[in-house]
T-cell receptor, first 111, second 112 residues
Framework: GQQLNQSPQSMFIQEGEDVSMNCTSS?????WLWYKQEPGEGPVLLIA?????ELTSNGRLTAQFGITRKDSFLNISASIPSDVGIYFC???????????FGTGTRLQVFP | NAGVTQTPKFQVLKTGQSMTLQCAQD?????MYWYRQDPGMGLRLIYY???????DKGEVPNGYNVSRLNKREFSLRLESAAPSQTSVYFC???????????FGSGTRLTVV
């Protein structure tokens, strides 16, 4: 089935640094979403993108829907310790009424 | 605001035992989903229900059955548990399709 390649797999950064992660696919998506999962909890929606080229921010988080519709990017500026968690991208293929999830990026932030 | 409630939170089963994971949502959502999460594998869809009375297989349905009991409840059953089914199971719901899935807090299942 369709797969999403999410990178990097993990990141270890210092507090205050900026973070970038991305998701790519070999086929197009109609919707891209970014979720965050904290330990012992389910994923929580951070940002949803619905149009190619769309750039959306949520506080220190900024995500973009790639022009080719085959990729998406998430940036976190000035990271803080509570940014720790696993970040998942998810995409909705055309004519499919469910999401496909990436394998996640595990983020660790050191003070 | 309960959202999506999953029970139990933790479970240990012996190989061959059966059990049902329960999921209920109070947001009047139409669609419900069961995922499993394994290290390095992300979230993989087991079964989903686009509306009350319908269910469809996802990516990894073997060894599982589901029941959409009503609009609120969607249960996942393991008839004969196997060690390969050791995982964290998440239930999710959405109003329609992929717009804003809401996830439960998960059930951590260990099969020994």
């Amino acid at each position: 089935g369709q797969q999403l390649n999410q990178s990097p797999q993990s990141m270890f950064i210092q507090e205050g640094e900026d973070v970038s992660m991305n998701c790519t696919s070999s086929s197009i998506f109609n919707t891209w979403l970014w979720y965050k999962q904290e330990p012992g909890e389910g994923p929580v929606l951070l940002i949803a993108l619905y149009k190619a080229g769309e750039l959306t921010s949520n506080g220190r988080l900024t995500a973009q829907f790639g022009i080719t519709r085959k990729d998406s990017f998430l940036n976190i500026s000035a990271s803080i310790p509570s940014d720790v968690g696993i970040y998942f991208c998810a995409g909705q293929p055309p004519s499919v009424d469910k999401l496909i999830f990436g394998t996640g990026t595990r983020l660790q932030v050191f003070p | 605001n309960a959202g999506v409630t999953q029970t139990p939170k933790f479970q240990v089963l012996k190989t061959g035992q059966s059990m049902t994971l329960q999921c209920a949502q109070d947001m009047n959502h139409n669609s419900m989903y069961w995922y499993r999460q394994d290290p390095g594998m992300g979230l993989r869809l087991i079964y989903y229900s686009a509306s009350e009375g319908t269910t469809d297989k996802g990516e990894v349905p073997n060894g599982y059955n589901v029941s959409r009991l009503n609009k609120r409840e969607f249960s996942l059953r393991l008839e004969s548990a196997a060690p390969s089914q050791t995982s964290v199971y998440f239930c999710a719901s959405s109003l329609s399709g992929p717009y804003g899935y809401t996830f439960g807090s998960g059930t951590r299942l260990t099969v020994v």
